[in-house]
């Protein structure tokens, strides 16, 4: 596969610090070094969970990429967020996947959490332990929050919770699980009735189901976990009981989405940079493939729209870290990105002809990968009507000018919590 630019185009410098610039460039030479030497092997074993690449990303503190330097991590924020997943993302969607999907808990703690429990939870995470899930959808449900059947139910002073969830990225890596589950009697309204719950790994009850390979990012894991009367203590609640539904929303609108989007553009440059390089390569009428007027034009077309993708993906998370309300700009970014991506990625197998049918083509990767950035964190459909709401100017929360600025501050005591 054609190497993507290695250097930030100009169009990005308005967003990008010195420091931006510098993890851009440790960003591409650990992906060279130690992402592109392990993607063949990923997508050849596609029953396989890829641990290493998790475990260099963590000794780096990469999972900590938005903790604050008081919980011990880089606090560097979401355009840095943002170029760590999206330049993994350029060599291997699935080893990307496994940063944004730990990335999307952690926002949840440290935005609903005491401070207690980001020590408990962060502090190891920034010194390259205990990988996280969010664990919200389920088998029955899906994605849809008012209708989780997860249950928890008080019993003295600790939760009992019992329930499946499915679909949650990193489930074999993770060390704990942020569950959502239902508190209330039926009734209640979502808003209400669901709490957010840490729950380790190790608890007893708790099991991993075996790792099924998706249609796409071999080597990632979006598995099951069976919850069977788990057992936990009162101070593993995150956030006040009841908020369950802020802790998931929130979560999936500051993190999840601009993750998605990131994921997106990586596989965008991707395909744009290989289908470019093989229209060069090849000759035809005394001239390349790229000679052609005809194909010059579909290609014209996959880079307006990588271009604008780009643009969209980082102005987004600029104005996140700016505690600017962005909520709708991050929907923009998640929903446009995955389908410019997805549209390329089609043109790009048709330019390519039957060659992209070989068993081993990157291109079959590339656009099996960008399937998933469909579904999580809201489909199309979803973000579509939210970005309705907005035109329509109807109200809703803005999570990014709520919680955003209480982010981007260290809290140095309790009372800050």
Same mark, same amino acid.
């Given at each position: 596969?054609?190497?993507?630019?290695?250097?930030?185009?100009? @169009?990005?410098?308005?967003?990008?610090?010195?420091?931006?610039?510098?993890?851009? $460039?440790?960003?591409?030479?650990?992906?060279?070094?130690?992402?592109?030497?392990?993607?063949?092997?990923?997508?050849?074993?596609?029953?396989?969970?890829?641990?290493?690449?998790?475990?260099?990303?963590?000794?780096?503190?990469?999972?900590?990429?938005?903790?604050?330097?008081?919980?011990?991590?880089?606090?560097?924020?979401?355009?840095?967020? %943002?170029?760590?997943? +999206?330049?993994?993302?350029?060599?291997?969607?699935?080893?990307?996947? /496994?940063?944004?999907?730990?990335?999307?808990?952690?926002?949840?703690?440290?935005?609903?959490?005491?401070?207690?429990?980001? +020590?408990?939870?962060?502090?190891?995470?920034? $010194?390259?332990?205990?990988?996280?899930?969010?664990?919200?959808?389920?088998?029955?449900?899906?994605?849809?929050?008012?209708?989780?059947?997860?249950?928890?139910?008080?019993?003295?002073?600790?939760?009992? /919770?019992?329930?499946?969830?499915?679909?949650?990225?990193?489930?074999?890596?993770?060390?704990?699980? =942020?569950?959502?589950?239902?508190?209330?009697?039926?009734?209640?309204?979502?808003?209400?009735?669901? %709490?957010?719950?840490?729950?380790?790994?190790?608890?007893?009850?708790?099991?991993?189901?075996?790792?099924?390979?998706?249609?796409?990012?071999?080597?990632?894991?979006?598995?099951?976990?069976?919850?069977?009367?788990?057992?936990?203590?009162?101070?593993?609640? /995150?956030?006040?009981?009841?908020?369950?539904?802020?802790?998931?929303?929130?979560?999936?609108?500051?993190?999840?989405?601009?993750?998605?989007?990131?994921?997106?553009?990586?596989?965008?440059?991707?395909?744009?940079?290989?289908?470019?390089?093989?229209?060069?390569? +090849?000759?035809?009428?005394?001239?390349?493939?790229?000679?052609?007027?005809?194909?010059?034009?579909?290609?014209? $077309?996959?880079?307006?729209?990588?271009?604008?993708?780009?643009?969209?993906?980082?102005?987004?998370?600029?104005?996140?870290?700016?505690?600017?309300?962005?909520?709708?700009?991050?929907?923009?970014?998640?929903?446009?990105?995955?389908?410019?991506?997805?549209?390329?990625?089609?043109?790009?197998?048709?330019?390519?002809?039957?060659?992209?049918?070989?068993? +081993?083509?990157? =291109?079959?990767?590339?656009?099996? $990968?960008?399937?998933? %950035?469909?579904?999580?964190?809201? %489909?199309?459909?979803?973000?579509?009507?939210?970005?309705?709401? @907005?035109?329509?100017?109807?109200?809703?929360?803005?999570?990014?000018?709520?919680?955003?600025?209480?982010?981007?501050?260290?809290?140095?005591?309790?009372?800050?919590?």
């Amino acid at each position: 596969m054609s190497a993507a630019p290695t250097t930030p185009p100009p @169009a990005l410098h308005p967003y990008l610090t010195t420091r931006n610039a510098l993890l851009w $460039d440790e960003a591409n030479t650990f992906a060279v070094e130690h992402v592109a030497p392990r993607a063949a092997g990923m997508e050849a074993a596609p029953g396989r969970v890829e641990r290493k690449v998790a475990e260099l990303m963590a000794v780096r503190g990469w999972f900590a990429v938005t903790v604050p330097p008081s919980l011990g991590g880089l606090g560097a924020g979401h355009v840095a967020k %943002t170029i760590l997943i +999206h330049r993994i993302a350029c060599v291997s969607a699935a080893a990307a996947a /496994i940063l944004q999907a730990t990335l999307i808990p952690v926002g949840a703690v440290l935005h609903f959490a005491t401070h207690e429990q980001k +020590h408990r939870w962060l502090a190891p995470l920034a $010194d390259g332990f205990g990988l996280l899930s969010i664990a919200v959808t389920e088998p029955q449900a899906g994605g849809h929050l008012g209708g989780i059947e997860t249950t928890a139910e008080r019993v003295g002073n600790q939760w009992v /919770i019992t329930g499946n969830k499915s679909h949650i990225g990193n489930s074999h890596l993770a060390g704990a699980h =942020l569950v959502i589950a239902r508190t209330a009697e039926a009734g209640v309204r979502t808003s209400q009735a669901l %709490t957010a719950f840490m729950v380790e790994t190790s608890r007893r009850g708790l099991s991993v189901r075996d790792h099924r390979p998706g249609l796409g990012l071999h080597g990632f894991s979006a598995g099951r976990l069976r919850l069977d009367h788990v057992r936990i203590p009162e101070d593993h609640v /995150i956030g006040e009981v009841g908020q369950g539904l802020a802790v998931a929303q929130s979560s999936s609108i500051l993190y999840g989405r601009p993750n998605l989007a990131a994921i997106s553009l990586g596989i965008h440059e991707a395909v744009v940079a290989t289908t470019t390089a093989r229209l060069k390569a +090849h000759s035809r009428y005394r001239g390349t493939l790229s000679d052609l007027p005809v194909l010059r034009d579909r290609i014209g $077309d996959m880079e307006a729209r990588l271009r604008a993708a780009r643009i969209l993906a980082y102005q987004s998370v600029h104005l996140l870290d700016q505690g600017l309300p962005c909520d709708t700009d991050l929907i923009n970014a998640k929903y446009l990105g995955h389908q410019w991506a997805a549209r390329s990625a089609q043109d790009a197998m048709e330019l390519h002809g039957a060659h992209a049918l070989d068993g +081993h083509h990157v =291109l079959q990767r590339l656009w099996r $990968d960008i399937q998933h %950035t469909y579904p999580p964190a809201g %489909t199309g459909e979803i973000q579509r009507i939210r970005l309705a709401d @907005a035109a329509f100017d109807e109200d809703h929360v803005q999570w990014s000018q709520r919680l955003t600025p209480e982010a981007v501050r260290a809290q140095p005591g309790p009372t800050a919590a």
